[in-house]
Structures are given as structure tokens and as C-alpha cells.
């Protein structure tokens, strides 16, 4: 058998050419039914959205004027007292919350032998500690000072009077800021 192709046109084989054509344009279709497709749904998707952010931009607006409404029927009086009473509220939640034992421990281990603790008040909320004192000695108090001061957990610390009582002895008040357990003096100043 012979083989080669004697024609005077050659042969050319058309029908693969024909086959990749045809497979080109099912791809472009399909393509371009996949883009419609996409079309219609963003379309239809950004129509629900506009008007969902419509609607709720009519809410938004009726609420503010509820909101104007609702705070011009606020009594200032009220409120103010309101605000008073929380504040009083805060406040003893705050001195609850004071720990008096780890204070009157920081106290016991700077306290020297010649200086006596008579009385412990908290002003300021938490922090400004007044501690009154009775000492043989002004020095005594200055010890106490120190020793407080060398804590760290205690800052500012003055006496605010020395008084030569009776008995000889030195009533002194001092005040000292209070930094709180576990909070270093540095970050409280």
C-alpha cells in the first residue's frame, strides 16, 4: 500500500481542526452563561442590599429621635442624684475591696519598738492613708517614715503634725499614699 499523498491539493485534515473550534465556542458559551448568571445574581443581590440599607437608615434615624426624645423627658435633677447615689455606691464598694490586712501587715513589719499605731483612716478613696502615731521621740517617727517609705508600698509619706502630749510622748499624724498589693510603688507615680 501505498503511502503518500499524490493528490495535486493535499489533503488537510479538517476535521480536527473543525472538532477544536467547536470545543472553543462550548467554552466561550459556557463562559459567557457563567458571567450572565453572575450578572443577574449581583444585580439582584445589590437591589436586596440597597434596600435593606434603606430600611436601616430609617431605623437609624427613627432611634436617634427617640434617643432626643427619651433625653429631653431625663430629669437633670434626677439624673444628678442618680449619678450621686452611684458615686456613694462606688465608694463603699471601694472601701470593701480596701485590704486592711495586708495594710496593717505592710504597718507591722516597718513599725519600730518606740512607735505606737493609734489610729488608721483611708481619705481620697483609696489611696491617701492617715496614720496617727505616738512615739518617745520625734526621731522615732522620722524611723517610721522611712521604714514605710522603704516598702514600696507606700509614697509621699509627711508627717502632717508632731505634738508634745502630757506624758512626754510625740503624738504625730501622718498621711501616705497608698499603693495598692502587688501594684509596684513606681507605676503609681
Do not use: C, H
Amino acid at each position: 500500500m501505498i503511502r503518500t499523498n499524490l493528490s495535486t491539493r493535499p489533503f488537510y485534515n479538517a476535521r480536527a481542526v473543525n472538532v477544536l473550534i467547536g470545543l472553543f465556542a462550548v467554552i466561550v458559551f459556557g463562559l459567557t452563561a457563567y458571567n450572565a448568571a453572575q450578572l443577574i445574581w449581583l444585580t439582584s443581590r445589590q437591589r436586596t442590599l440597597g434596600s435593606n440599607a434603606a430600611s436601616a437608615e430609617k431605623e437609624a434615624d427613627r432611634l436617634r429621635r427617640e434617643a432626643v426624645q427619651t433625653l429631653a423627658r431625663v430629669d437633670k435633677k434626677e439624673l444628678a442624684t442618680v449619678d450621686k447615689a452611684a458615686r456613694e455606691a462606688n465608694a463603699i464598694i471601694d472601701q470593701r475591696t480596701f485590704s486592711w490586712t495586708d495594710l496593717l501587715g505592710r504597718f507591722e513589719r516597718a513599725l519600730p519598738a518606740d512607735v505606737r499605731v493609734t489610729s488608721v483612716s483611708q481619705q481620697a478613696g483609696r489611696e491617701v492613708v492617715l496614720i496617727d502615731t505616738e512615739a518617745r521621740t520625734v526621731e522615732d517617727v522620722d524611723q517610721f517614715i522611712e521604714a514605710l517609705e522603704k516598702t514600696g508600698a507606700f509614697r509621699d509619706v509627711i508627717a502632717r503634725t508632731e505634738t508634745v502630749m502630757e506624758n512626754d510622748l510625740i503624738a504625730a499624724s501622718i498621711q501616705a499614699t497608698y499603693v495598692r498589693a502587688g501594684t509596684p510603688a513606681e507605676t503609681q507615680q
